[in-house]
């Protein structure tokens, strides 16, 4: 099982590279993230960077000691996302918001959100790693 | 005595200012490139000879550096004084942080003063201009429309020209705050706007200046002034510069018997 994974990695990162050629910090999902470390947060949007190739969620996120953290997400790229319907205005600052997704392999407060889950209830897929996980563990 | 240096003179005199009137050079309005609708054509592969780049700011030689006079209008960069930290440590650390050593694209207006060739083609409702350093093409749009509603924070911004009389003003707004205005670690937030006027000083001469507006970074908008050339060598042309994969090289084409 574990070999199998590793082979699927192995014809897809190249992939990956080939396709992200031409992009800026563009990276197959286990380069920087942990799919054995799942994630959920809940918190408020501190900023909404629309950037190719990957869009990138800022939140402060309180913790169970009360105390503060501001988390980074990785999204998916900006036209994905409109086509789903998330736009600045869906994430402004201030709105709050959940995210299901994994950690990054530094153990530093970034992750790779894989669903979104908006005040409104709606959950929107939006991570666009090929290699990405589709679910974390627990969702 | 007089009339006759006169009578000498005169004919001499009169030839010296037909010949200065022929030498005197047509208007650059009348003999510069133009599209089939009349407005000024920048077609063409242009470069700065400055030392921009190395630094917008008066500065002397450095090991990195070759001296510039500056393109800053009045010298300064007006940094609000926490962003003025963040440039001095930008600048302590240039060989690391500038995007361009990273490989990354040079963004708005680092890549019109870069010191390496760009090339502009022109359409009427457009320009599309092309570094020849990083993978970019940035698109000013000269077809009357405005920012979009829902813009994105783009590495290049939002470019969106029009014409007065023959200089092409463009208003460049929708940044992100990735890249750097040079290597010296003048940066920029996201609220990075920019007015650019282009401007024929001759057929081969370009005098680009920018007014750059940050709320974020900088206490009040400033300008900047450079010239740039046509490109005139025989067969001359863009050679692809992008660094960002020369990393990766050693891996294409794959080699999957590891052979």
């Known amino acids: 099982m574990k070999l199998s994974r590793n082979i699927k990695l192995a014809i897809a990162l190249p992939a990956l590279l080939l396709a992200s050629i031409s992009a800026y910090a563009h990276h197959a999902f286990s380069a920087e993230f942990d799919g054995e470390k799942p994630v959920e947060v809940t918190g408020v949007v501190t ?9 990138w969620l800022y939140l402060d996120v309180k913790g169970a000691d009360g105390k503060v953290t501001n988390w980074g997400f990785e999204f998916g790229a900006p036209f994905s996302l409109k086509e789903k319907g998330v736009t600045k205005t869906t994430l402004a600052p201030g709105t709050k918001v959940t995210i299901n997704g994994f950690r990054a392999k530094s153990g530093k407060d970034f992750g790779y959100a894989v669903t979104t889950t908006l005040p409104d209830g709606r959950i929107v897929k939006t991570g666009g790693a090929q290699d990405a996980p589709t679910a974390p563990a627990g969702t | ?51 921009a780049d190395y630094d917008l ?18 010298g300064v960069i007006p940094y609000l004084p926490e962003a003025l930290e963040k440039k001095k440590k930008n600048f302590e650390h240039r060989e690391s942080l500038d995007p361009a050593r990273k490989g ?12 390496e060739p760009f090339q502009i083609f022109q359409r009427q409702a457009d320009l599309n201009l ?18 979009p509603k829902d813009p994105n924070d783009w590495w290049l911004g939002d470019s969106r020209g029009y014409w007065e009389g023959d200089t092409l003003v463009v208003d460049v707004a929708d940044f992100n705050d990735k890249t750097w205005l040079d290597s010296a670690g003048n940066f920029h937030s996201d609220a990075l706007h920019i007015v650019e006027h282009w401007k024929f000083l001759d057929n081969n001469t370009i005098a680009y200046k920018a007014t750059i507006e940050d709320k974020n970074v900088f206490s009040r908008p400033w300008n900047i002034d450079v010239i740039l ?21 050693q891996y294409y084409p794959p080699k999957p018997d590891n052979k």
């Open chain 2, 1 to 51: 005595m007089n009339s006759h240096l006169n009578r000498h003179w005169s004919p001499l005199l009169l030839v010296a200012a037909m010949l200065v009137s022929l030498a005197q050079p047509a208007l650059a309005s009348e003999t510069i490139p133009r599209l089939a609708n009349g407005k000024p054509d920048f077609s063409g592969i242009w470069q700065t000879t400055s030392a």
């Open chain 2, 57 to 74: 700011e008066p500065h002397s030689n450095r090991k990195d550096t070759p001296p510039g006079a500056g393109i800053v209008e009045g």
């Open chain 1, 47 to 55: 900023k909404l960077e629309l950037i190719n190739p990957h869009s």
């Open chain 2, 229 to 249: 050339y046509r490109h005139r060598e025989k067969n001359f042309q863009l050679i692809e510069d992008y660094r960002f994969t020369l990393d990766y090289d």
């Open chain 2, 104 to 115: 990354w694209t040079l963004g708005v207006p680092r890549a019109v003063y870069y010191p």
């Open chain 2, 130 to 147: 092309v570094p020849q350093f990083g993978h970019s093409v940035r698109t000013i749009h000269t077809n009357g429309t405005d920012h």
